[in-house]
């Protein structure tokens, strides 16, 4: 028993350390504007759906080996065309995230240093960020562990400043019911986790107590930020740390710095999966795909994909749950799911399907 405890919190610290990221800045305006109850019941639904996924995803692994990656079973089961969309899907959705990274960046940067314009600011983050890239710089890839436990420190600092928490601050309980799905999911999407908890974990028959570990330690952390930031700070801003006017300085830069340096190492991991990604899957040449990582997000924020809350929401809404789809079909094609598991991944097909095509609808028309 203590061996499986042992081994539990072991493995949820592996999905907590992928899962906790740049989605917990936006949290605390997506409850001021969905409402907190909304927000709870956001996260316990996505929670639940992201848990089931991930674990049939682990048993997919099991099953058919894991000499293929996502891409790969999909290939395998759905064919070439598939297989094509699937990349767009995800290349898209990554090449996205690294949008919202810039931003937040770019965002932090001119917090430590005031005098600085936006654009100033970008380009210094980018060029920052984009180091390790240019060096594949695996070593320091690393780092992202790191850059976890800065977020923890963060949350801690937060949620004490906050202190005693004022509940009549956290907002409404209903507000927009639609509006955080997305920003939730993109919080809470860490399927990248399951291979390498897989890998950890091979002479145990399930996974689930490390995914459900993980997963609930990150929406302890989640609410804990949202209750400090709520509680503590006299403006919501979507990204968190902006509306803490009130803070002496030397606490809003110190907090600026620890961003900087927890998004500045999850930066390099994501463009590096894409280059590889690029040259292993799509034969690209290494000066083309490392031309894409480095200038594609500026190119695409020069194009107007520059407001950080709606690229959170566009990621999640439709990037990931088209991901979550994907996974959770090659897992009945795999598995071939029977009885409650298979009622339970066609609700989960269903609502990452509307899920998408809201969000297409809200970013796209509205």
């Known amino acids: 028993m203590f061996d ?27 409850f001021l504007r969905g409402g907190w109850l909304v927000g709870i019941l956001y996260f316990l639904i996505l929670g639940f759906l992201v848990v089931f996924a991930h674990h049939l995803f682990s048993e997919v ?6 000499k293929r990656g996502l891409l790969g079973l999909i290939r395998d089961n759905f064919g070439g065309g598939f297989f094509y969309f699937a990349t767009i899907v995800f290349k898209g959705g990554l090449f996205l995230t690294l949008v919202i990274y810039l931003l937040l960046g770019s965002s932090f940067m001119t917090m430590v240093f005031p005098g600085v314009n936006h654009g100033v600011a970008l380009a210094w983050f980018w060029v920052i960020a984009s180091f390790p890239i240019l060096l594949s710089l695996r070593r320091f890839v690393g780092l992202e562990v790191g850059a976890t436990l ?39 999407a860490g399927w990248t986790a399951v291979y390498p908890l ?17 997963t609930g330690v990150s929406i302890a952390i989640y609410l804990f930020f949202v209750l400090g930031i709520t509680s503590g700070a006299p403006n919501i801003t979507p990204d968190a740390i902006s509306g803490l006017t009130d803070w002496p300085n030397w606490q809003i830069d110190l907090l600026a710095v620890l961003g900087l340096f927890a998004i500045w190492t999850s930066y390099g991991p994501i463009g590096l999966e894409i ?14 795909s490392f031309l894409a990582v480095l200038f594609v997000p500026l190119i695409l924020i020069w194009l ?5 809350l709606e690229m959170v929401g566009l990621v999640g809404g439709v990037f990931l749950a088209f991901q979550y789809l994907l996974i959770v079909l090659v897992s009945r094609k795999v598995l071939a799911l029977r009885g409650f598991r298979r009622v ?5 097909i269903l609502i990452f399907a509307l899920a998408v095509v809201y969000e297409i609808y809200y970013f796209v028309i509205k």
Do not use: C
Not at 160 to 188: M, T, Y
Not at 275 to 288: N, T
């Open 198 to 214: 897989y890998e950890i974990s091979k002479k145990r028959k399930s996974l689930i107590y490390p995914l459900i570990f993980g």
């Open 304 to 308: 107007g994909f520059n407001n950080f």
């Open 344 to 348: 339970v991944s066609a609700l989960v």
């Open 4 to 30: 499986r405890l042992s081994q539990s919190i072991r493995g949820g610290g592996l999905v907590a350390a992928t899962t906790i990221g740049a989605g917990i800045f936006v949290l605390p305006y997506v």
């Open 61 to 66: 692994f099991s099953k058919a080996g894991d």
């Open 275 to 288: 280059r590889s990604s690029f040259e292993k899957d799509l034969r690209v040449s290494r000066i083309v």
């Open 150 to 188: 800065l977020m923890a420190l963060i949350v801690a600092f937060v949620f004490a400043k906050g202190l005693p928490i004022d509940i009549e601050r956290v907002g409404p309980p209903v507000g927009d019911w639609f509006f955080p799905f997305g920003h939730v999911l993109f919080a809470l």
